[in-house]
Every structure is written in C-alpha cells, then in structure tokens.
C-alpha cells in the first residue's frame, strides 16, 4: 500500500502496513516509512 510521507514529502510503499478502524468506524491502513521510520496512515480500503 502507497501513502505519503509527511517527513519525507513524498509517496512511499508502506512498511509493516495493516488494516485498521478508525474511531469513526471507517477503514485505513497504518504503517511507516521504508526510509525514515516515520509512521505512516491512508484513509480508506
């Protein structure tokens, strides 16, 4: 899964990534950074 990177300022694959729920009750997906270890989270499926 590709997300962004607030550290690095730019789209990255995610490390580590899993599914997760929001408070909300919606899907994301949360993992970190390959390069800088920065945690990492996409809104949806």
Known sequence: ???Y???CKSKR???D???VT???G???TE???PVCGTKMFKIGK
């Open 31 to 33: 993992g970190s950074c």
């Open 17 to 19: 990534s899993k599914s």
């Open 1 to 3: 899964m590709e997300g």
């Open 5 to 7: 990177c607030v550290k």
């Open 13 to 15: 694959e995610m490390k």
């Open 26 to 28: 919606k899907p994301a």
């Open 22 to 24: 929001m408070k909300n």
